[in-house]
């Protein structure tokens, strides 16, 4: 098993930048990629940012040149950096650990921008 912990939300206001993170614990030999998600009230959970084991990373397009992923393999721990936040990036931010067969997931951290 896997466990996830994010931590480093809050309330900021527009133009600000917040740094989440996801530290991982137990069975972390095992995850292909680690995965940040975002859910807003009355809104679907969306991928905002992954990177994979390899190192490589996405990002969805309303995050692009705004946020980065990063890693610490040292801590097993996972970055998002957020720049140049908007109201529209308000959420409960997650992440996921993908492993072969099975996911998962933190408890979530609330993002709150105010414009």
């Known amino acids: 098993q896997v466990q996830l912990v994010e931590s480093g939300g809050g309330l900021v206001q527009a133009g600000g930048s917040l740094r989440l993170s996801c530290a991982a614990s137990?069975?972390?030999?095992?995850?292909?990629?680690i995965g940040w998600y975002r859910q807003a009230p009355g809104n679907q959970r969306e991928l905002v940012a992954t990177?994979?084991?390899?190192?490589?990373?996405d990002y969805a397009d309303s995050v692009k040149g705004r946020f980065t992923i990063s890693r610490d393999d040292a801590k097993n721990t996972v970055y998002l950096q957020m720049n140049s936040l908007k109201f529209e990036d308000t959420a409960v931010y997650y992440c996921?650990?993908?492993?072969?067969?099975?996911?998962?997931w933190g408890q979530g951290t609330q993002v709150t921008v105010s414009s």
């Open positions: 137990g069975s972390t030999f095992g995850i292909r990629a």
């Open positions: 996921k650990a993908a492993l072969s067969r099975v996911n998962y």
């Open positions: 990177i994979r084991r390899d190192g490589s990373t």
